[in-house]
């Protein structure tokens, strides 16, 4: 094989990635029926490897597929078993329970980390003020699934489920 034909075949696999996309939007709409009653879509952005979205929710309950613990000890044993953790604790933010998984479990943390900021490359000014309010916010749910490498929050004071998704998964 030439050169030529090298350099053609990286240059058609570099346009066949550049082309596929993270997430439709159908996939992460299903993902997040499972756990919340979702209502009309607030912003849809996805690329290879980035996706961010945010629906709004008919109500700020979770459904019974998502078991929220109020303790990060909690949450890391539920992830080490199901590869998803839900952190939902009403006398903490959510930044204080990542920063608290982050210190108990380092890869997590990182992992955690990388979905967010990842995630944040495909999110308008919007969702990223939206995203960082439900952050603060001590009623906000969040989850973290290994499965997509996503971080979901539902912040019941705006009625929305954020969804940022980035890094290898």
Known sequence: MGKKSVIIGLFGLILLLAGCERHSEAEVRAQLTRWFALGETVYFKTTYDCTAAMFKV????????LQPNSDAGTALFQYGRSGMMV?????????????ELMNMDRP??????????LG???????ME???FY???NPK??????REDMSMVLM?????????ASGGAE
């Open 108 to 117: 997590i943390g990182i992992a955690m980390q990388a979905a967010s900021v």
């Open 134 to 136: 439900a952050m603060q």
């Open 120 to 126: 944040k490359k495909c999110m308008d000014e919007n």
């Open 155 to 163: 912040d019941p004071g705006t009625r929305l489920v954020i969804f």
């Open 58 to 65: 008919q109500t700020d309950q979770m459904k019974s597929a």
């Open 87 to 99: 952190l939902a604790n009403p006398t903490q933010k959510p930044n204080d329970g990542f920063l």
């Open 140 to 145: 906000a749910t969040m989850v973290f699934s």
């Open 129 to 131: 003020s939206a995203f």
